[in-house]
């Protein structure tokens, strides 16, 4: 299996730790993960506010540069995901916004045709490709007796995802019970972090934070664990001023999801990030699991 | 009898957002069941909720709205989208009335056009997004005083290694550019 | 002989006349068509006066083929026949053009308009001087009745047809009659007692001598056509010999085996595995559910056996094919809930106190599973909040587009019971209040009185995430007050769901059995929206209450008895005409290759092995044209659909690309037709 990875910015630097553990797991379970080569930014959520035919060239050269090799591009990152998937959906469907993308892409001497690249997240890649069986054939380190809360945030699960219920969707659930850990169920799985507004209005944004953590803390969550830069950077960077603002002292570990699967599959913590979240997640993983199997296959 | 496409009595504002909305024709199927207002995080926070402001398109209160904190209280979650009953596509709409309101003149209310501009500005130059030039330079010339409050977690980032200082550039600058100028000649308002 | 042709185009007031120039359109039939002997247009060719003109012009002036352009025929073709008639001329010697429906209706363009008003009306001149004169057939109607579904419609729809002598199968899939209807506790508007005003219509049907009641028993296979239809129903496997059983009920109460009922308890409430659904069912003769029964599990119990007095039980029974004949059927299957599991944000399922309506119904039901007692799932604490949700699955492109229709009151007489029993805070979270028949407007202003409080705003999810001290432990109800316009939440002990009512999941295969259509979404069809609401497409086939559409219990009713009186003034009539609109065999082209015999949907041609050629059975024929198209041989022809009149029709509605300077019918003859 070949895939075009579209690791985002976020990945670069605020959130190395998600594509450490994604490059690390992936080779893990001997999947072919292809960096496009020369990517651009997204433009996140920024370029539709301002303009809509700005932001869908923009998404469009990245589609557009994914090579005759491979027709399914893999991306980590919420925003990354859904404005891909949405600018080849809108090129499908809106012929005269596709004229003047198609002209736009002239100007940089590219062209796309919708919907010869397949997007895909990467949570519906390892479930739906690589597969249950597949996955616990490679388990070492079994993750009982953690309880982990699964968090999905928005926009990989709305509107677009194709893979998942949009409002309480499962699939990170049953991989983490594939794993063998304690699966939180609880009701704020798919509810806003707050997204930008931690830049533009804190206390909203402080709002939407404490109702997650407090929530998953509520359940008795061990650790939340994200698939998108955003969430983990709220959930994870504000958690102390959330503490701050209402007097709360949550101290809940926020990591992303393949953080952890590297965990169970054996790789050194090390080489999944750990140690970059602010919240330390490494005392309570290494507490709760019999640590002697953790890191056990490298 | 078939009735007749209404296009002609429907009021000024109605047709601008149903131009600039992809698939923006289903607002007029709205029940105004408040499915959206009912759904949104920031719902409690906004001038008017989206069912009250999709009420407003269609009474052409166009003032109001575009000088109104509603769509930039929006962050993009998607739920108004996703349980809509009438499959009218609510958060693009908020995209097409941040649009209008940043075109016409009327953002005045939010830090939030600040933030999008600081945003592209740094992709246009670089290619690519960093937390840290957007977090310096927007909170520096728009909240001076917030960047000294989140200085304290910037410092922890910064000593997590999770705060890059220099963006990386991709190499076609140019080429991204080019597509980008031309899009920009495309759009018919900009 | 050149046929002298009378062409009538029709104004229908501004229907037609307001984008075809039907001025326009008769005066050019007349001074332009070959043939054409006279041609006029006419207000409303409907009215008594324009029918009039047709026969007059018939007598007057040796009229041989009528055209009228008009409406659909489904409205108006037998009246022009008939007309035609009255003048002598043979019926199908008439043809009737829509340009109505098909034309001005559906366009904007006048001139394109008028442009297709011509080439349909041409089509219909060239092939009418083809057609033929056919004599209809009649056939004696079975005076029995098939009623499927044994919920109030269908309830209804048997009594009035027993009552009035007539005799009447009724099949219902489930051990008991009676429906929905014996679920409810109490009946809007009126809060009459459900089970009160149903039972005594229960045991009239369960003993009235003109009615064969099947219950537990499933629609097999129909066929033949209206007036003689064979029908196959299979009896399923009680398990229980029905004329042994007493109902005395000894058998439930020994047997060890308990379930969760799941359909007359909607799983509120646990039955035995050997059962009667409900203490006044009819027929009172229990089944046994062989998915739960210990002897059909593990070959061990038989307590009912044993203990039964009078040997009733037969644990070898097997299904049973039953074959009966009927001259009509009353479909009235009913409908079924929407699930609520659909809608994840609404907790059902998840979240304990979380209910449908139907569990609710059973909840408050004095002979549900709490004898009535309004408690949470814990079966002890009563609630001290209630908050029911409208538009469950309905009014939602996502799941059904339609308003339920029953909802709004059905939720008015929960909150009354609510109310009524307990002392909790009654909220309804609704779009729009719709009470809009006898009675159900005052209904909405009591409730009003009664301290329900009304919340306009679709429910945007339902959740335990507590946010402040006064919502732990409760559900709450998330949505927008539309009418002050700010995001509320409401903190609740309760929630119900209003699920959408929804056709029976098996409704398109039942109707198939029928030879009758759904719409989109699953109802039946009728034949006309206002006009013929409980008779559909299919002669014979008629339908009643809820699987044509939502309906309440008065609805039902009404169209249970409606449906009756059309089946019994088909069996006064006593005869039925047939078209003569079949397909005949022409023995020396058939080559007895029986390729027809499987196509024809109808079971209508059979093989006849010594002459070695296939025949049409006429009286089962329904003229559809599969043979016809099939036959390799060109051996078959279908009468008023022949190959000449067919090509006639497309030369005609081609007549100026055809002939763009004037008449059609000297080319007419050029063409290669197929010998009629």
Not at chain 3, 152 to 162: D, H, V
């Amino acid at each position: 299996m070949k895939y075009a990875y579209y690791p985002g910015c976020s990945l670069e630097a605020g959130s190395a730790a998600y594509d450490k553990s994604v490059r690390a797991v992936l080779e893990q379970l001997g999947v072919e993960l292809d960096e496009l080569d020369d990517w651009n930014c997204c433009g996140a959520t920024e370029y539709f506010s301002q303009n809509e035919l700005v932001a869908t060239s923009v998404i469009a050269r990245n589609l557009a540069l994914v090579d005759g090799e491979h027709d399914q591009l893999v991306a980590p990152c919420a925003a990354c995901f859904l404005n891909l998937k949405k600018t080849d959906k809108l090129l499908s469907e809106q012929p005269v916004m596709k004229g003047k993308v198609d002209e736009a892409l002239a100007a940089g001497g590219l062209s796309y045709r919708p919907g010869r690249v397949r997007v895909r997240h990467l949570l519906d890649m390892l479930y739906t490709d690589i597969g249950q069986e597949a996955i616990r054939a490679k388990v070492v380190q079994p993750l009982n007796g953690l309880r982990v809360a699964p968090y999905y945030g928005c926009q990989i699960v709305r509107p677009l995802n194709g893979f998942d219920n949009p409002e309480y969707p499962m699939k990170m659930d049953e991989m983490f019970e594939w794993l063998g850990a304690e699966v939180v169920d609880y009701p704020v799985k798919a509810h806003c972090c707050g997204g930008h507004m931690t830049q533009i209005s804190e206390p909203e944004a402080f709002e939407l934070i404490r109702r997650l953590l407090q929530s998953a803390d509520e359940y008795q969550a061990d650790v939340i664990l994200c698939m998108c830069p955003m969430c983990q950077l709220n959930l994870d960077a504000y958690q102390g001023r959330v503490n701050g603002h209402f007097g709360t002292s949550f101290k809940l570990p926020i990591v992303f999801f393949t953080q952890l699967l590297g965990v169970a599959l054996g790789i050194e913590m090390k080489k999944l990030g750990f140690g970059k979240e602010l919240v330390s997640a490494e005392p309570v993983i290494r507490s709760k699991l019999d640590g002697s199997s953790v890191g056990a296959a490298t | 009898m078939v009735a007749d496409t209404p296009s002609d009595n429907r009021s000024k504002f109605l047709r601008d957002v149903i131009a600039d909305t992809p698939e923006g024709e289903r607002i007029v199927h709205c029940l105004q069941c408040g499915s959206c207002g009912g759904s949104c995080p920031n719902g409690a926070e906004m001038n008017y909720t989206p069912r009250a402001v999709i009420a407003m398109i269609a009474a052409d209160r166009r003032e109001e709205v575009l000088t109104s904190n509603t769509m930039w209280q929006c962050v993009s979650c998607y739920f108004c989208t996703s349980r809509c009953p009438q499959d009218i596509p609510i958060t693009e709409i908020m995209y097409a009335l941040k649009r209008m309101s940043i075109r016409e003149g009327k953002a005045r209310k939010t830090d939030a056009p600040a933030l999008a501009k600081t945003f592209t500005d740094l992709v246009e130059k670089y290619g690519r997004s960093f937390e840290f030039g957007i977090a310096s330079r927007y909170l520096l010339f728009n909240r001076p005083m917030s960047m000294l409050k989140s200085s304290g977690m910037g410092m922890s980032m910064f000593a997590k290694g999770r705060l890059a200082l220099t963006p990386t550039r991709i190499r076609q600058v140019k080429q991204l550019r080019a597509i980008i100028n031309k899009a920009r000649e495309l759009s018919q308002h900009d | 002989m050149a046929e002298k042709v009378g062409v009538y185009v029709c104004h229908c007031g501004s229907n037609i006349a307001g984008k075809v120039d039907v001025e326009d359109v008769a005066k050019w039939a007349g001074e332009k068509v070959k043939d054409v002997a006279v041609s006029r247009d006419y207000k409303f060719m409907c009215s008594s006066l324009g029918q009039k003109l047709v026969e007059d012009d018939i007598r007057e002036q040796g009229l041989t083929r009528v055209v009228v352009a008009a409406c659909s025929p489904h409205l108006h073709e037998k009246t022009f026949r008939r007309a035609c008639s009255n003048a002598g001329l043979n019926p199908y010697l008439m043809e009737m053009t829509n340009i109505r429906e098909h034309c001005s209706w559906v366009h904007k363009d006048r001139a394109a308009a008028t442009e297709k008003a011509r080439s349909l009306v041409s089509a219909s001149i060239e092939r009418v001087k083809f057609q033929e004169p056919l004599e209809p057939m009649f056939v004696d109607v079975n005076r029995a009745t098939l009623v499927i579904g044994g919920g109030i419609a269908g309830l209804q729809a048997t009594l009035e047809l027993a009552d009035a002598g007539y005799p009447v199968y009724l099949v219902e899939r489930q051990p008991s009659i009676g429906g929905h209807m014996a679920q409810f506790d109490k009946t809007f508007p009126t809060l009459d007692c459900s089970a009160c005003i149903l039972t005594p219509k229960m045991s009239e049907v369960g003993q009235h001598e003109n009615v064969t009641l099947l219950t537990y028993a499933e629609l097999e296979e129909v066929s033949g056509s209206v007036g003689n239809f064979k029908v196959r129903i299979r009896q399923k496997a009680r398990h229980v010999v029905f004329d042994d059983c007493t109902g005395c009920g000894i058998c439930v109460e020994k047997c060890p085996r308990k379930v969760l009922d799941t359909e007359f308890e909607a799983g509120m409430g646990n039955r035995k595995a050997i059962y009667m659904p409900f203490p006044q069912a009819v027929p009172r003769v229990p089944v046994i559910d062989t998915e739960s029964c210990i002897w059909f599990e593990r070959q061990k119990c038989r307590a009912c056996e044993k203990l039964c007095p009078t040997n009733a039980i037969d644990f070898d029974q097997e299904d049973e094919m039953i074959e009966i004949e009927v001259g009509n059927i009353i479909m009235a299957t009913g409908w079924d809930a929407f699930d609520t599991r659909k809608i994840p944000q609404y907790g059902y399922g998840r979240l304990a106190n979380v209910y449908t309506s139907l569990e609710f119904e059973r909840l408050c039901n004095a002979a549900g599973p709490t004898n009535g007692k309004i408690v949470l799932r814990d079966g002890k604490t009563e609630p001290k909040s209630v908050a029911i949700v409208h538009c469950v699955g309905s009014r939602d492109e996502r799941h059904n587009p339609y308003c339920s229709g029953i909802c709004c009151m059905a939720s008015l007489k929960l909150g009354h019971l609510v109310l009524e029993k307990t002392d909790a805070e009654v909220y309804s979270f609704y779009i729009d209040m719709r009470t809009n028949q006898k009675n159900y407007e005052e209904f909405y202003q009591r409730l009003l009185g009664e301290g329900m409080r009304f919340v306009r705003g679709k429910v945007a999810e339902v959740t335990d995430a507590a946010r402040k001290p006064s919502e732990q432990g409760k559900l709450i109800v998330q949505c927008e007050d539309t009418l002050v316009g700010r995001q509320q939440r409401f903190p609740v002990d309760m929630v119900i769901l209003m699920g959408a009512i929804e056709p029976q999941v098996d409704a398109r295969e039942m109707g198939l059995k029928c030879g009758i259509s759904c719409s989109m979404e699953g109802w039946y069809t009728e034949r006309h929206p206002k006009l013929d609401p409980v008779a559909t497409m299919t002669d014979g086939i008629f339908v009643a209450g809820a699987c044509q559409g939502p309906k309440d219990i008065p609805a039902s009713v009404a169209q249970g008895a409606a449906a009756a009186a059309r089946v019994a003034g088909m069996i006064t009539k006593g005869k039925v005409m047939i078209e003569p609109i079949v397909a005949s065999i022409d023995e020396e082209g058939c080559s007895g290759c029986r390729i027809c015999n499987n196509l024809c949907p109808y079971n209508a041609i059979e093989y006849d092995a010594e002459a070695k050629v296939s025949r049409v059975i006429t009286a089962l024929c329904k003229g559809c044209g599969t043979c016809v198209s099939a036959c390799p041989a060109g051996a078959i022809r279908g009468a008023h659909f022949s190959d000449r009149q067919i090509f006639a029709e497309i030369q005609g509605a081609l007549w100026d690309a055809w002939q763009p300077r004037g008449g059609a019918s000297e080319e007419a003859e050029a063409v290669p037709v197929s010998a009629p």
